[in-house]
């Protein structure tokens, strides 16, 4: 029987439409759809390859483009961190979640070099048996600075002021014609 909480996070994936995207997505990645627990959907042998995760919640439909009763069996927490992404869903209203997603996982990125270990929303489902690792922040300000230099170094490669000055020096600087 499904509790009380349960019961309403599966409502409110149904009514933001979450829910119905991720079935529709599963349908057309080619997955086994069926019921889990908790009220959710196992989605597995799903075909696409994206996004790039050994699991992935969309509303209360939990992917994977392996088998979801061997992964877990490997892996028992699992189930539980797609579930705690499931009540994300629900409390971020559905698509809004994405969004607030990827700048999580940006943020990560901008911390530690890792798309996870800094996510609000993968610590708050567990790193560990999301099949995550700790990884130690790294200071902002040489990630930025040394972005900012790539950002420069491919505007002036491209479109810099500088661009096309070598093209006929030789001829002018030699002085003489290479006939």
Do not use: K
Not at 8 to 37: C, E, K
Not at 75 to 94: D, F, V
Not at 123 to 139: F, K, N, S, W
């Amino acid at each position: 029987m499904a509790t009380r909480a349960q019961r309403v996070r599966h409502l409110l994936n149904w009514v933001n439409l979450s829910t119905p995207l991720g079935l529709g997505v599963a349908a057309l990645g080619g997955a086994r759809i069926r019921r889990g627990p908790a009220r959710c959907y196992l989605a597995d042998h799903y075909r696409w390859a994206f996004p790039a995760a050994g699991a992935f919640t969309i509303g209360d439909v939990i992917f994977s483009r392996h088998d979801l009763d061997r992964l877990t069996a490997h892996r028992p927490g699992l189930l539980e961190h797609e579930l705690t992404h499931s009540r994300q869903w629900a409390a971020c209203l559905g698509l809004p979640f994405l969004p607030l997603y990827v700048a999580s996982m940006g943020w990560s990125w901008l911390r530690t070099g890792d798309r996870a270990a800094r996510s609000v929303f993968e610590r708050h489902a567990g790193l560990e048996i999301g099949g995550y690792r700790d990884v130690p922040t790294r200071p902002v300000g040489p990630v930025l600075a040394d972005g900012a230099r790539r950002v420069a170094a491919f505007v002036r490669g491209r479109r810099g002021l500088d661009a096309g000055v070598g093209v006929g020096r030789a001829e002018r600087s030699g002085g003489g014609s290479t006939r």
